[in-house]
């Protein structure tokens, strides 16, 4: 594990560089967003790649407004509906920086502020707190991820976050993944399995129904494993559900035989195809999001799994991104 300085944010705050290694991978971190920058991991000939989608450079990420490339997302990551809740009778309003809708924590969600790290363990701790009213979210929210690699070369996030508030938390990682190296052509056309049933269906904005939709005959079933291609931006109910274990997703390249198994405590994932990509510097389908989250729009759904944190309460989630070939 080493630590570097690699530039400035736009106030001049310091943003460093961890890099991990064990067991054949090596990940790089950013404390601006908690970026995962790059994963560097051997194909079935031993050849090494980076198979995630970033910039090379911290400039990239401050001039970046839209893909979230490897980020940390918060207060509540993907979709509220009309940028608004309703908690304990009170209704709190937020940023519409989806069109209608409120998205990844709003214009300055978590992605964009510099995060304290420490070593943990084999790992790095990244912490803030993010202060009551933040977005128009409320609560003063105490918030880590750590990240490490484990004995097989698996990178494990484990999220945590406490409140002074009752407030809604739903954390991800966005990281964009092409396994046959970043650049190096389109992600869409890996074969992918999602061990999920059931999706929750979209309005033309892209914020759920209140359905939970079955996938049988649609081109949302990929229970068995199948090649996927564009138009995908979608949130999977985990057969699962909260508090698994098992692998929620596997993405396998054929030509160079990486593959990526996805576990998580989540409740849901969403696939994302980047379809909106605008060539600087991927074009769309360069890499494919596999976000382990609560499900969208949660806090306006009580049917869906609560996502309300209390005061006394302790948010505790962890997701696992496992690298092999054959």
């Given at each position: 594990?080493?630590?570097?300085?690699?530039?400035?944010?736009?106030?001049?705050?310091?943003?460093?560089?961890?890099?991990?290694?064990?067991?054949?991978?090596?990940?790089?971190?950013?404390?601006?967003?908690?970026?995962?920058?790059?994963?560097?991991?051997?194909?079935?000939?031993?050849?090494?790649?980076?198979?995630?989608?970033?910039?090379?450079?911290?400039?990239?990420?401050?001039?970046?407004?839209?893909?979230?490339?490897?980020?940390?997302?918060?207060?509540?990551?993907?979709?509220?509906?009309?940028?608004?809740?309703?908690?304990?009778?009170?209704?709190?309003?937020?940023?519409?920086?989806?069109?209608?809708?409120?998205?990844?924590?709003?214009?300055?969600?978590?992605?964009?502020?510099?995060?304290?790290?420490?070593?943990?363990?084999?790992?790095?701790?990244?912490?803030?707190?993010?202060?009551?009213g933040e977005e128009g979210f409320p609560g003063r929210l105490?918030?880590?991820?750590?990240?490490?690699?484990?004995?097989?070369?698996?990178?494990?996030?484990?999220?945590?976050?406490?409140?002074?508030?009752?407030?809604?938390?739903?954390?991800?990682?966005?990281?964009?993944?092409?396994?046959?190296?970043?650049?190096?052509?389109?992600?869409?056309?890996?074969?992918?399995?999602?061990?999920?049933?059931?999706?929750?269906?979209?309005?033309?904005?892209?914020?759920?129904?209140?359905?939970?939709?079955?996938?049988?005959?649609?081109?949302?079933?990929?229970?068995?494993?199948?090649?996927?291609?564009?138009?995908?931006?979608?949130?999977?109910?985990?057969?699962?559900?909260?508090?698994?274990?098992?692998?929620?997703?596997?993405?396998?390249?054929?030509?160079?035989?990486?593959?990526?198994?996805?576990?998580?405590?989540?409740?849901?994932?969403?696939?994302?195809?980047?379809?909106?990509?605008?060539?600087?510097?991927?074009?769309?389908?360069?890499?494919?999001?596999?976000?382990?989250?609560?499900?969208?729009?949660?806090?306006?759904?009580p049917s869906f799994p609560d996502t309300v944190l209390r005061p006394?309460?302790?948010?505790?989630?962890?997701?696992?991104?496992?690298?092999?070939?054959?």
């Amino acid at each position: 594990m080493t630590e570097e300085r690699v530039g400035t944010t736009d106030e001049g705050t310091p943003v460093q560089r961890w890099t991990l290694e064990r067991a054949g991978t090596r990940v790089r971190l950013l404390t601006y967003g908690g970026v995962v920058q790059s994963v560097e991991v051997p194909d079935r000939h031993g050849t090494v790649a980076d198979v995630v989608l970033g910039f090379p450079d911290v400039a990239g990420y401050l001039g970046s407004r839209g893909p979230y490339f490897g980020a940390l997302v918060g207060r509540y990551a993907n979709r509220i509906a009309g940028g608004a809740f309703t908690l304990d009778g009170v209704t709190y309003r937020l940023a519409r920086n989806d069109g209608p809708n409120s998205l990844h924590g709003g214009e300055r969600g978590f992605d964009r502020w510099v995060w304290d790290a420490e070593r943990d363990g084999d790992g790095v701790r990244l912490s803030r707190v993010s202060p009551d009213g933040e977005e128009g979210f409320p609560g003063r929210l105490a918030v880590s991820a750590t990240y490490a690699l484990d004995a097989d070369g698996a990178l494990r996030i484990g999220y945590r976050a406490q409140t002074d508030a009752p407030t809604p938390v739903n954390l991800t990682n966005h990281t964009y993944w092409n396994l046959g190296g970043a650049g190096a052509g389109l992600a869409t056309g890996h074969v992918l399995r999602i061990a999920a049933g059931r999706i929750t269906p979209v309005d033309a904005t892209g914020v759920p129904t209140g359905e939970l939709s079955p996938v049988d005959g649609t081109r949302f079933d990929f229970r068995e494993p199948r090649v996927v291609g564009p138009g995908y931006d979608h949130n999977y109910v985990l057969d699962e559900g909260p508090g698994g274990t098992g692998v929620a997703a596997e993405l396998y390249d054929r030509v160079s035989g990486r593959v990526l198994t996805v576990t998580t405590t989540e409740p849901g994932m969403q696939l994302y195809t980047g379809d909106h990509f605008d060539g600087k510097p991927y074009g769309p389908g360069a890499g494919i999001a596999l976000e382990t989250q609560h499900f969208p729009d949660s806090p306006n759904r009580p049917s869906f799994p609560d996502t309300v944190l209390r005061p006394g309460g302790v948010f505790a989630s962890t997701t696992v991104y496992g690298f092999g070939v054959r």
